[in-house]
């Protein structure tokens, strides 16, 4: 910057004096023309003078007079910092006022017309040659001077063309280091990113993160923070794998294990590389060999995910039933499972089923005839009975009939659990449904003297079996006469969907709280304890409707009606639909 400042300082000093130069000579020529038309005018008009106070006289020198000061002025400010021009113009400047002073006295000479004024005529000739060769002396030096001064700037302007080409050189070459430096600086500290990113995608140590406070420096320090983040998350899913009681494993497409966690020793009986590279389906059971590979050959077809029963041969050579989730990656071109054990599940199941059967044969089948046997009593076979023991035996019925009830409750809930009860589906009108089921509980409502009306304005079809969906309504409309009050009304109403029929069945009983409107379709369950007693039932007839319904692929559930009550609902798919599928 100092060197370019001084450049600038020298250049503007070498232009100034060639301009002074310049301007030294146009005012020497001014001056010297000056001179030369109040000399010829003078000499020509003393001659030809008449009249020498007339303003002819005045107009041929009398400018030269008045500009002569300021013209001389001017010279001596160009040539002040010359010493040589200096004292040249000094000299002038005395010829000059001398001739100006000889001139006035030539002037008034003629005007008197003395005998001694072609004397100083002569003498004003004498002078103002004198002045015209210091003048043209003067000038030959200053054009000599501006010659130099040309010539001096020339070889300055090439000499700063110069300088500025070195400059300019010089400065490429510095910012091409600096960019070449800069340059070596980043791509070695990016060096170091890239190497930690690599490391952190193998899984290995990181370089120590870089110190700078610049974007570099942030990246990396991000890429190490993501890297402890990654690594806590893969260190508490290792912790999650091995701990984990499920066996949890990858699988090839070929169908061989790829990986697998610590937990296959607890569940099969195999250490967790004992299994690496084995095929899967040598360890199934023979019969559901054939099964399993099915399905999962369609989960890697469908790129999808399925649950699988199976069982399973552990290496002592025991059997366990197993229960499979597996899903396809196709990223990775593997099916990840989890193997879970539900032997003791299924021999619960097994004793469950069991205990129904056994309930089924040698309960139902005594309660039946206990039941018989009563009424026989009770009819007077074996003679007319007091009131007391007819009483008696009327709640012995009682007691048996509601046995009987929890016993068939119980073993039509597990068969439908269990897919055992199959649906005779059919196409119906919704009307097929709802009124035979109104005349079923007619009698029923009629005790009670409780309205039962049918809102139904079009008549949807749908897609199920019957007799359960009668069953369903059935169960409602009973449920809705034993909770609504005396001479009340029960709507029933039929809405049709774009893809499903809804039947509601609206009473003006209590209705039922939120929060227990999950409740009342799980076994046994009642809004209130003192149903069971008050009411009757056993707490399986929500449970049925829910298990049936969802059987035809709807869904059931309750709300509120209006004006406060129960409002019992449920949803079957349409005939279209169902058809279509």
């Not at 005998?115 to 000739?125: A, I, T």
């Not at 020339?154 to 300088?163: D, I």
């Not at 980043?186 to 490391?199: E, G, I, Q, T």
Request: hydrophobic share 40%; charged share 25%.
């Amino acid at each position: 910057m100092l060197f370019a400042a001084a450049m600038i300082f020298y250049t503007d000093d070498v232009v100034r004096k060639e301009r002074r130069a310049t301007e030294t000579v146009a005012q020497i020529n001014r001056l010297f023309s000056l001179i030369q038309r109040a000399s010829s005018g003078l000499i020509e008009q003393v001659h030809d003078l008449h009249d020498p106070n007339s303003q002819a006289f005045y107009d041929t020198y009398g400018v030269f007079l008045k500009t002569l000061p300021d013209e001389l002025a001017k010279l001596k400010a160009l040539t002040s910092e010359n010493p040589e021009f200096k004292t040249a113009v000094g000299e002038i400047e005395y010829n000059l006022l001398e001739g100006r002073s000889m001139m006035e006295r030539v002037r008034i000479a003629f005007s008197r017309h003395e005998w001694q004024r072609n004397h100083l005529l002569f003498e004003l000739n004498d002078i103002s040659h004198t002045a015209n060769r210091q003048i043209e002396s003067l000038l030959k030096s200053c054009e000599a001077h501006q010659k130099r001064q040309l010539e001096e700037t020339a070889q300055t302007r090439q000499t700063l063309t110069l300088m500025l080409a070195v400059m300019a050189v010089l400065n490429i070459v510095f910012v091409v280091g600096l960019v070449l430096n800069f340059a070596r600086q980043v791509a070695k500290r990016l060096s170091v990113v890239r190497d930690n990113s690599l490391r952190f995608a193998a899984g290995v140590p990181l370089l120590p993160a870089q110190r700078s406070a610049d974007e570099i420096g942030d990246l990396d320090r991000a890429l190490h923070q993501m890297a402890e983040v990654v690594q806590d998350a893969m260190r508490r899913e290792r912790s999650v794998l091995e701990n984990a009681s499920n066996m949890i494993c990858s699988i090839t497409s070929d169908l061989t294990f790829a990986s697998c966690n610590p937990a296959s020793l607890g569940v099969l009986n195999y250490a967790d590389d004992e299994l690496l590279g084995k095929r899967f389906i040598e360890i199934v059971e023979e019969e559901d060999k054939a099964r399993t590979r099915d399905a999962f050959e369609e989960v890697m077809k469908s790129h999808g995910s399925m649950e699988v029963e199976n069982r399973l041969v552990r290496k002592d050579g025991s059997v366990i039933d197993a229960a499979w989730s597996v899903k396809w990656s196709e990223s990775d071109r593997v099916l990840f499972c989890v193997v879970h054990d539900i032997t003791h599940r299924k021999e619960v199941e097994r004793l469950k089923r069991a205990f129904l059967q056994m309930v089924s044969h040698d309960l139902r089948s005594p309660l039946t005839s206990i039941q018989a046997s009563v009424d026989v009593v009770n009819s007077g076979v074996y003679g007319e009975l007091p009131e007391r023991c007819k009483s008696a035996l009327a709640q012995v019925n009682s007691n048996i009939g509601r046995l009987i009830a929890l016993v068939n409750g119980l073993l039509s809930l597990e068969k439908m659990e269990s897919g055992h009860m199959q649906l005779d589906c059919d196409l119906i009108p919704v009307s097929e449904v709802v009124e035979p089921s109104v005349h079923s509980i007619h009698g029923m409502a009629n005790k009670r003297r409780i309205e039962i009306a049918v809102d139904n304005q079009h008549n949807p079809r749908l897609y199920g079996d019957q007799d359960r969906l009668v069953q369903v309504m059935v169960n409602l409309l009973s449920n809705a006469i034993k909770f609504s009050p005396d001479k009340s009304k029960i709507t029933i109403v039929v809405l049709d969907g774009d893809e499903t029929v809804e039947v509601q069945v609206n009473d003006q009983g209590p209705g039922i709280p939120e929060d227990k409107r999950e409740t009342v379709f799980e076994r046994f369950k009642q809004v209130d304890r003192t149903d069971e007693t008050k009411k009757g039932g056993i707490g399986l007839g929500l449970p049925i409707c829910k298990a049936i319904v969802e059987q035809h692929n709807g869904t059931i559930g309750v709300g509120t009606a209006n004006g406060g009550g129960c409002s019992m609902w449920f949803r079957i798919p349409k005939a279209s639909s169902k058809v279509e599928e």
